[in-house]
């Protein structure tokens, strides 16, 4: 049975940085309300990631196939 791959909108005040951008040296701060966290496979990603990101992660971990991705507030 496969996992269930989806994205949590963060929540809360202040400013936070995606992981994914950071690691490749580009300062991207945001909302924390802009970003998302990433679930894949059932297990929760570490960090915090841009809206662009997170759905790239997404659709590396499922081939491309990215339908069945849910938003959670
Ligand atoms: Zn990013």
Do not use: P
Not at 6 to 29: A, D
Not at 40 to 54: R, T
């Amino acid at each position: 049975m496969a996992g269930v791959n989806k994205l949590i909108k963060c929540t809360g005040e202040g400013q936070g940085q995606c992981r994914r951008c950071s690691e490749k040296g580009k300062w991207n701060r945001a909302w924390m309300s802009f970003l998302y966290q990433v679930v894949i496979n059932d297990e929760l990603k570490h960090g915090v990631y841009c809206y662009e990101c997170a759905q790239e992660l997404l659709a590396g971990a499922t081939g491309g196939i990215i339908n069945n991705i849910k938003e959670e507030n």
